[in-house]
Nanobody
Framework: QVQLVESGGASVQTGGSLKLSCAASAWTVTMGWFRQAPGNEREAVAGARTEGVPTWYADSVKGRFTISRDTAKNTVYLQMNNLEPDDTAMYYC????????????????WGQGTQVTVSS
């Protein structure tokens, strides 16, 4: 079983930046980030596959968020720039994404989540 541990969540002001990290216990072909705000469904934010396959981003974060991987460290990152209040959510690392674009009901492994709060 793959264990995922997220970190980097914090409270920031509108326009600020954060970098989330997710350390995995083993390599998987696909990894990604999801988020869930209170009262909302968990939604895909970004996904990364093997080299040569384009990354995927939700329309709401395109141009602001960047997903990257460090294969030597089995770590995936989410660089978040120009944060907005609507970005406020619990962010979850995910591995083993069985559909593309990523879907929350087709994820093999989940992290515990890290909270991101953006104030206006």
């Amino acid at each position: 079983q793959v264990q995922l541990v997220e970190s980097g969540g914090a409270s920031v002001q509108t326009g600020g930046s954060l970098k989330l990290s997710c350390a995995a216990s083993a390599w998987t072909v696909t990894m990604g980030w999801f988020r869930q705000a209170p009262g909302n469904e968990r939604e895909a934010v970004a996904g990364a596959r093997t080299e040569g396959v384009p990354t995927w981003y939700a329309d709401s974060v395109k141009g602001r968020f960047t997903i990257s991987r460090d294969t030597a460290k089995n770590t995936v990152y989410l660089q978040m720039n120009n944060l907005e209040p609507d970005d406020t959510a619990m962010y979850y690392c995910a591995a083993g994404l069985k559909t593309w674009p990523p879907r929350s009901d087709s994820v093999s492994y989940w992290g515990q989540g890290t909270q991101v709060t953006v104030s206006s």
